[in-house]
C-alpha cells in the first residue's frame, strides 16, 4: 500500500511574477492536491525573502481555506521563537474554528531568516532556548490547559490543534518524541541526519493524548513530467536558481556560470541539499517515490514540488498522484 502523500508548498515567486500571482498559484495548487488525493498542504514561514510568500502562515492558510473544501491545511512550520505562544495559540486557534477538523501546526525553531532580520522582527536570539517550554505553553492554550493561570486563547482554548514537531536534527527528534508528538524531518533539503533522528525519535517516544504511537513525516523533493528530459530541464532550472544562496544579495548570473557554479567545489553543499530529489516520467518518480518511503522508514510523504513554474508544479502534483496513489 502506497503511503499518504501530502503537499510542502514552498510558496515561490517567480521572476516574472508579481505576488499577487505567486499567491493565486498557491490557491490553485492547494486545489490540485485536493482534488488528486493529497492528505495535506502545509507552508513554511520564512521573512525577508523576495520569492518566497508565505512570511505569514496563518493568513495564507485562511485564504487557501476559504478556497478548498476538505484538505488539511497547516503550517510546516511557524518558527515559534519569533512569536508569542499565546498569539499563535489564538491564530490557528481561529482558523480551527474557522476550518474545523483541517488545520495543523507544525512548530520549528530556527528563525527562518537571518540574523539583521531577526533583530527586525523584534525578537532575541535567545528566544530559540526556551523552545521546549513554549511548545509546552502552547499546547495548554489549545488543549485548554492553560500554564499561566488566568491567561487563555479566545479563539483557541479547547481546539486541540495537533501539533507537529519540525526538524533536521536530533533536537527536534527527541522534544518531539519526549512531547508525544508527530514528527516531520526535513530531507527535502537537509538529508545528512534523518535515520539517527527517524531512529531517535523511535526509540525514545513517549505516548501522549494527542498521539499512542510513533507517526513520522518525511520530506522529498519532487518533479514530475511528461517527458524524461523535460524533468530534468526543469530540475536543472531549479538548482541555478539556488546558486544565488552562494552569491551576495542581487549579484546577477547567467545558465553558464550557474552551471559551472554547481559542478564546482563550492556548489556541492547545495547538491547535497538535494540529496533526495525524484525527478522524471510518472513510471520513474513512483519508482523513487516508494524507494524513498522505505529508505527514510516514514508514516507520511510530504512532498515539495519543485517545478519552477505554477504549471510545472500542478502538471507534477497530477502526475505524482496518479502514479503513485492509484
Known amino acids: 500500500m502506497p503511503l499518504p502523500i501530502s503537499v510542502l508548498d514552498l510558496a515561490t515567486v517567480g521572476r516574472d511574477q508579481t505576488v499577487a500571482e505567486g499567491l493565486a498559484g498557491i490557491v490553485a495548487l492547494a486545489q490540485k492536491a485536493e482534488e488528486t488525493g493529497y492528505r495535506r498542504v502545509w507552508y513554511a514561514e520564512h521573512?525577508?525573502?523576495?520569492?518566497?510568500?508565505?512570511?505569514?502562515?496563518a493568513v495564507l492558510i485562511a485564504h487557501v481555506g476559504a478556497h478548498t473544501?476538505?484538505?488539511?491545511?497547516?503550517?510546516?512550520?511557524?518558527?515559534?521563537?519569533?512569536?508569542?505562544?499565546?498569539?499563535?495559540?489564538?491564530?490557528?486557534?481561529?482558523?480551527?474554528?474557522?476550518?474545523p477538523g483541517r488545520i495543523d501546526l507544525g512548530l520549528g525553531?530556527?528563525?527562518?531568516?537571518?540574523?539583521?532580520?531577526l533583530r527586525a522582527?523584534?525578537?532575541?536570539?535567545?528566544?530559540?532556548?526556551?523552545?521546549?517550554?513554549?511548545?509546552?505553553?502552547?499546547?495548554g492554550y489549545l488543549s485548554g490547559n492553560t500554564q499561566i493561570k488566568g491567561v487563555n486563547a479566545y479563539p483557541g482554548k479547547g481546539t486541540d490543534v495537533p501539533l507537529y514537531?519540525?526538524?533536521?536534527?536530533?533536537?527536534?527528534?527527541?522534544l518531539a518524541a519526549a512531547l508525544g508528538l508527530p514528527y516531520a524531518f526535513a530531507s527535502h533539503f537537509a538529508p545528512a541526519a534523518l535515520h539517527d533522528a527517524v531512529a531517535a525519535y523511535r526509540r525514545e517516544f513517549t505516548p501522549s493524548a494527542?498521539?499512542?504511537?510513533?507517526?513520522?513525516?518525511?520530506?522529498?523533493?519532487?518533479?514530475?513530467?511528461?517527458?524524461?528530459?523535460?524533468?530534468?530541464?526543469?530540475?536543472?532550472?531549479?538548482?541555478?536558481?539556488?546558486?544565488?544562496?552562494?552569491?551576495?544579495?542581487?549579484?546577477?548570473?547567467?545558465?553558464?556560470?550557474?552551471?559551472?557554479?554547481?559542478?564546482?567545489?563550492?556548489g556541492r553543499h547545495l547538491q547535497q541539499m538535494a540529496t533526495y530529489t525524484a525527478v522524471g516520467t510518472p513510471?520513474?518518480?513512483?519508482?523513487?517515490v516508494a524507494e524513498f518511503a522505505e529508505h527514510s522508514k516514514a508514516d507520511e510523504l510530504i512532498?515539495?514540488?519543485?517545478?519552477?513554474?505554477?504549471?510545472?508544479?500542478?502538471?507534477?502534483?497530477?502526475?505524482?498522484?496518479?502514479?503513485?496513489?492509484?
Do not use: C, W
Open 121 to 139: 522582527l523584534r525578537r532575541d536570539p535567545s528566544s530559540a532556548e526556551s523552545f521546549p517550554q513554549d511548545v509546552v505553553e502552547l499546547h
Open 109 to 117: 525553531r530556527a528563525p527562518g531568516t537571518d540574523q539583521t532580520t
Open 210 to 266: 494527542q498521539l499512542a504511537e510513533p507517526y513520522v513525516m518525511t520530506a522529498l523533493n519532487v518533479v514530475a513530467a511528461d517527458d524524461q528530459a523535460d524533468a530534468e530541464r526543469q530540475f536543472q532550472e531549479v538548482m541555478r536558481s539556488r546558486v544565488a544562496l552562494l552569491l551576495p544579495p542581487g549579484t546577477e548570473f547567467t545558465d553558464e556560470q550557474a552551471d559551472a557554479l554547481l559542478a564546482a567545489p563550492q
Open 165 to 174: 514537531m519540525l526538524g533536521s536534527s536530533l533536537f527536534g527528534a527527541k
Open 283 to 288: 513510471d520513474r518518480v513512483r519508482e523513487q
Open 47 to 57: 521573512h525577508n525573502m523576495a520569492s518566497i510568500a508565505s512570511s505569514a502562515p
Open 303 to 326: 512532498i515539495a514540488h519543485q517545478s519552477p513554474t505554477v504549471e510545472g508544479r500542478l502538471r507534477s502534483t497530477e502526475l505524482l498522484a496518479e502514479a503513485y496513489l492509484t
Open 69 to 99: 473544501k476538505t484538505i488539511r491545511l497547516g503550517s510546516g512550520g511557524v518558527m515559534l521563537p519569533n512569536h508569542s505562544p499565546l498569539v499563535i495559540a489564538e491564530q490557528y486557534g481561529t482558523l480551527a474554528e474557522l476550518y
